[in-house]
């Protein structure tokens, strides 16, 4: 079974640039969430998708930070303009379902720096 | 609020010594508890969770975990370290959104 893909892998820009990720769940999973993990620190929430609606965007910088999943599979995640403090690795997972304790599958991030 | 504190930012162990990887968290209800480990350069693998009954929890490559609840606690342990080990440890709490530890480094030497 294919794992959760995602690409760029490794991502280097300035300051008030724009840059974008993809992410493709495993196949069949609903739920596909989108986590920043700044170095040093443990992964946060920034949203989660059921298929293709926003179940929890609270923790979504959303003057800068915007995510769709149109299809209800893969997924982008877009930072406009970015700041230094953006710099992190993105992490997207994915779940069967959305249920309680539901086992979360990570891709393996792609690497953002901004200079 | 849900949180986790995971005490210990770095730990060096010798390969085929046994290991115990601390964890704290702060929950109304009976948890949901996960362990995951993330090796250099790759995502998150769960290792195990526990939701309710046995309160020993066995996990892939040998890795237990043991729910203690009068000490809100929920540590990582593994009788024999081998040198794949070594990588980063963080432990979860929650429903929904998982809420993460800022997770421990484990060193393995020779």
């Known amino acids: ?115 | 609020a849900q949180s986790v504190t995971q005490p210990d930012i770095h730990i060096t162990v010798s390969e085929g010594a046994s290991l115990e990887l601390r964890c704290n968290y702060s929950y109304g209800a009976t948890p949901y508890l996960f362990w995951y480990v993330q090796s250099p350069g790759q995502g998150l693998q769960l290792l195990l969770k526990y939701f309710s009954g046995d309160t020993l929890v066995q996990g892939i490559k040998g890795f237990e975990a043991e729910f203690k609840r009068s000490q809100s606690s929920f540590n990582l342990r593994k009788p024999s370290v081998h040198w794949s080990d070594a990588a980063e440890y963080f432990c979860a709490v929650g429903e929904a959104p998982l809420v993460f530890g800022k997770g421990t480094r484990l060193s393995v030497i020779a």
């Open chain 1, 1 to 115: 079974e294919a794992g959760v893909a995602q690409s760029p892998r490794y991502k280097i820009i300035e300051k008030r640039q724009s840059v974008a990720f993809w992410c493709n769940p495993i196949s069949g999973h609903a739920t596909l969430y989108w986590y920043q993990q700044i170095l040093g620190q443990g992964p946060k929430l920034l949203i989660q998708f059921q298929n293709n609606g926003v179940v929890d965007d609270s923790q979504l910088p959303k003057d800068r930070f915007s995510a769709e999943r149109l299809k209800g599979v893969d997924s982008t995640l877009k930072i406009q303009p970015a700041k230094l403090e953006d710099s992190a690795v993105y992490l997207c997972a994915s779940s069967l379902v959305a249920g309680v304790g539901e086992t979360q599958y990570f891709g393996p991030g792609t690497r953002l720096l901004v200079l």
